[in-house]
């Protein structure tokens, strides 16, 4: 065959191997799309190396990440290999078209320098494909940012670092030693009583009175000097009728704290009355009830045998701060009837009042109140033959001071 039909021959097979090329080549672009996109591979499970024993590994990555992914590639299966050795001059346009640049950086290239028309590829052999320089090409397939070293950390359960690891020095557990020495066994500390003398005394009553049958006046006034222990009990009542005195007495006695709250007494009483004086010996207790109640129980005995008991309590009732509503009840019992003071055994009389006071100071209070007196028994029986109330029913107004 003739030299110029070689010509037009060498072009057509030189085409035909073209195109064979291309089609490899949009196969392969192909095949790597799809297998991208449709299932990623999933980053391999590494834990982070700690950044203290590696301090160039972030330099290096940073240095060639190129490489590292161009290495990862396989170009083997690419089709290289279609390329024939005898492959002519072709023009670049098309050589260009036909060879796919999809993963080429042609950022780094400079195409304005060296035009296509200029660039042979007659004498290139495509056999040696392999041989190429890609540094500069961008071959890495698109993927999905890289995770974190924390978030790879957590997902492979790695280790935790020096910086989240337990104190070099654990805290020793609690004992029953240093439970003792922190909390102590108190010591019973008695009650600390001083050797203060102090004095009190209280006007509970001085008023004055009136009901249907007239006027008078009455005091209940008690007091104490000592200590927090033992105390010098002063007492005294009495009530005036028709300008004289009708009773009143006079009470000393020792009294001993026989709790915070109770003292014991012990003592003397002294009657005064026209005809009809008396003196006794005083035994009783007095102190405060619970719920604030106070309340007094004394027992007095008498010559020939004659013993009375004297009962009494009130409460205070606060309305306001300084206004004060006291209710108080008094019982009186005899063991033996006492003509001379008109009495009878058993229950005598008793007593009940209501009073209302308003505290200036506290010391300084104005009241105002009712009062009912009763005798009851074989006393209102004696009373009713000497003509006399067996009740009355008092209107009273008075001061209530200490000091």
């Known amino acids: 065959m003739s030299r110029p039909h070689l010509a037009p021959l060498a072009q057509a097979t030189g085409l035909a191997l073209l195109l064979a090329h291309a089609a490899a080549q949009a196969q392969h672009v192909h095949t790597a799309d799809t297998d991208g996109g449709d299932a990623p591979t999933a980053a391999p499970c590494a834990c982070p190396a700690p950044a203290a024993t590696t301090p160039m590994a972030g330099a290096a ?45 042609h950022a780094t290239k400079d195409h304005a320098a060296a035009p ?23 071959h890495a397939m698109p993927t999905a940012p890289a995770p974190t070293a924390t978030a790879t950390a957590t997902a492979c359960q790695c280790p935790a670092s020096a910086d989240t690891s337990l104190p070099r020095e654990p805290i020793p557990p609690i004992t029953d030693a ?25 006007v509970d ?37 028709g300008g004289r005195t009708t009773a009143s007495s006079l009470e000393l006695a020792y009294g001993r704290a026989i709790s915070p709250w109770w003292d014991m007494l012990i003592g003397a009483r002294q009657t005064f009355a026209p005809g009809r004086a008396r003196t006794s010996a005083a035994f009783g207790v007095q102190g405060m009830a619970p719920y604030k109640f106070e309340v007094s129980a004394l027992l007095y005995v008498g010559e020939g045998g004659h013993a009375n008991l004297h009962l009494e309590g009130e409460y205070d009732v606060l309305l306001t701060n300084r206004l004060i509503l006291q209710p108080r009840l ?61 009740r009355e029913t008092r209107w009273v107004a008075g001061l209530r001071l200490w000091f």
């Open 178 to 202: 240093d439970r003792a020495a922190a909390f102590p066994v108190l010591r019973d500390h008695g009650m600390a009583h001083g050797a203060a003398r102090t004095g009190y005394l209280l």
């Open 116 to 138: 296509a028309s200029q660039v042979d590829h007659s004498h290139r052999a495509h056999h040696a494909h392999d041989g190429m320089h890609h540094d500069g090409m961008d």
């Open 205 to 241: 009553r001085l008023e004055g009175w009136d009901n249907a049958h007239g006027s008078g006046q009455a005091w209940e006034a008690r007091g104490w000097y000592g200590g927090d222990i033992d105390r010098l009990w002063l007492r005294s009542d009495g009530e005036r009728e």
């Open 61 to 105: 990555e940073a240095s060639q990440p190129d490489t590292a992914m161009h290495g990862a590639m396989d170009h083997a299966a690419m089709g290289h290999a279609a390329h024939a050795p005898t492959m002519q001059d072709t023009p670049a346009a098309e050589h260009a078209d036909a060879m796919s640049h999809a993963h080429m950086d």
């Open 330 to 390: 008094e019982a009186e019992l005899a063991a033996r009837d006492d003509p001379a003071h008109r009495t009878g055994s058993g229950l005598t009389t008793v007593e009940g009042g209501l009073r209302l006071r308003y505290e200036v100071t506290r010391r300084f209070a104005p009241y105002v109140g009712v009062e009912h007196v009763r005798s009851v028994g074989d006393t209102a029986d004696l009373r009713r033959a000497e003509n006399q109330a067996v």
